[in-house]
């Protein structure tokens, strides 16, 4: 209560105390007094972040920095219509339940030994994420590592944990009950093993963010900031064509699995090898059954899913090979290539999605994709968000605030573009964890292009892997939703997420 007085005032009182920039002879400071009040008001959320993104329909005509018209241009792009589109081909996955199959599928195929069951979970949690938003890909895998570890906290006679505390050999513990008796020493067992559990939950759950997060760089529909990423290219400069679906992925997912296997051994290092914690070959029986019989419930296959795949995979398919650059695509040799998008393609195959049923046998099927799950589950405020932050950056375009907050990097410019790309995405990634990632786009990538420009390097060269960058927010809870999600189901402190160590 007290938290949310303080954020009703300080929204009050934030106006005021910027009015010196509002009432300014220059649009770039008009310009800073609008972009400061939509950023404080999404982080302080005085109202929904979606409510707050319509402001700038409010702020910048009354400015006279933009006309109402030019900024509703910016809440629907081509690169906005192409999030929606592959929003909606994820909702199809998941609602036809592929996505757990695959998940399973791959913790059975890599192994059940704990090395293998934590890159079972980040290399699941990874690729899921590369075609469907991590939220969905986390929440899928939350409720699996719980069941593990439920699983192992309730057989106690199959799973033995060894533990190394007292001698310099291990000694294999065994829990044991007598009438209902427990004696001191069992209690201080159980209790160690208890925290031992605890941490191998903290440990898997990481697993999952982390690679949630780091395998929506993997594509371009990966996560969000990589629509507002095309909408500033767009924005800025409308013949570009140099990012497409194809060479998105070839530049990032070699980085992803590079990153999802650093990440997945730094965890086991921390977490279990210098905890002095070890499985026996009897845990990898019982996390490979507890897994095995989730899997068996799915059952076979089904139409629907079958429907799914096809339709999800000739999707990334057209999107591939519309322009992949090493080849002549597709959209080429029919003379479309100016005409067709990535937008294109997706609407055309989810409209399939909402037409076709999914048991092509039985034509009075549901179809692949419901209008009312489709619209329970889609992400709508996002779509407003996207709008202020093309808005904001439009803005402050064109009342020169970019090249004026630009202009005071130039100490920069001595420094070689290799070191100062580095510098851009660690400064990027410190910002996200405390700052929503799209805000962080939004605000920096005009000054990243702009700076590019003055040191005379393509304006990919920062904004590209500053885009990346906005997903490698690992340390705190509020950096990504994973975060908080995972912080939430492993009771975790704060400390496990910043130093990874979660004993």
């Known amino acids: 209560m007290k938290w949310k007085i303080f954020v009703f005032v300080a929204s009050v009182l934030l106006p005021i105390v910027l009015l010196p ?33 319509m402001l700038p329909v409010v702020l910048f005509p009354l400015f006279g ?17 192409t999030f929606i589109g592959s929003v909606l081909a994820a909702i199809a996955v998941e609602d036809s339940n592929l996505h757990e199959r695959i998940a399973l599928k791959i913790l059975l195929l890599i192994g059940t030994k704990i090395k293998q069951l934590l890159l079972g979970f980040m290399l699941s949690a990874a690729f899921l994420s590369m075609w469907m938003p991590n939220v969905a890909s986390t929440a899928l895998l939350i409720p699996i590592v719980d069941a593990v570890v439920a699983e192992m906290s309730s057989n106690s006679d199959e799973i033995h944990l060894h533990m190394n505390n007292f001698d310099k050999e291990s000694k294999e513990i065994h829990i044991l009950e007598e009438d209902g008796k427990t004696n001191n020493n069992f209690k201080d067992i159980s ?21 949630s997060n780091i395998g929506g760089t993997g594509t371009l529909i990966g996560t969000a900031p990589h629509f507002a990423f095309l909408a500033m290219l767009e924005k800025f400069y409308p013949g570009s064509d140099e990012i497409t679906f194809s060479s998105w992925m070839m530049y990032n997912v070699p980085g992803l699995f590079l990153c999802a296997i650093i990440a997945w051994f730094c965890l086991w290092l921390v977490n279990i090898y210098f905890s002095k914690i ?27 899913e079958v429907s799914v795949i096809f339709l999800f995979t000739l999707l990334i398919f057209l999107w591939m090979f519309r322009d992949p650059k090493f080849i002549p695509g597709w959209t080429t040799a029919l003379g479309l290539k100016s005409y067709v998008g990535d937008s294109t393609v997706a609407v055309a195959i989810v409209f399939l999605m909402f037409f076709l049923p999914s048991d092509f046998r039985d034509l009075n099927s549901r179809p692949i994709l419901e209008w ?8 709508w405020g996002v779509i407003l968000l996207f709008g202020a932050g093309s808005s904001l950056a439009q803005g402050a375009q064109v009342t020169g605030l970019s090249d004026m907050l630009a202009s005071k990097l130039t100490a920069l410019r001595s420094l070689s573009p290799g070191l100062i790309a580095a510098i851009t995405c660690f400064s990027t990634a410190a910002i996200t964890s405390f700052v929503p990632n799209l805000a962080v786009i939004f605000i ?21 892997p500053t885009t990346v960058a906005t997903s490698y927010a690992f340390m705190l ?9 995972v912080y939430g189901d492993g009771n975790m402190k704060k400390i496990d997420m910043v130093s990874e160590k979660s004993s």
Request: charged share 20%; with cysteine; aromatic share 12%.
């Open 21 to 53: 920039l509002a009432l300014s002879a220059y649009k770039e400071f008009q310009c800073a007094y609008v972009v400061l009040i939509v950023v404080s008001y999404w982080l302080m959320e005085p109202a929904p972040m979606a409510a707050v993104s």
């Open 65 to 81: 920095i933009m006309s109402s018209t030019e900024v509703s241009k910016n809440y629907m792009k081509e690169g906005y219509m």
């Open 191 to 211: 209790s160690r093993r208890k925290d031992k559990l605890d941490a191998l939950k903290v440990t898997l759950l990481l697993c999952v963010c982390y690679g």
């Open 278 to 304: 070890d499985y026996n070959d009897e845990s990898k029986d019982g996390f490979y059954e507890i897994i095995s019989k989730r899997y068996s419930r799915l059952g076979l296959i089904s139409y629907h």
């Open 372 to 379: 009312k799950t489709a619209t329970a589950k889609f992400p």
């Open 444 to 464: 920096l990538l005009p000054i990243f292009s702009e700076m590019a420009l003055s040191i005379g390097v393509n304006p990919l060269y920062l904004m590209l």
């Open 477 to 485: 809870p509020i950096s990504t939703v994973p975060n908080a999600m």
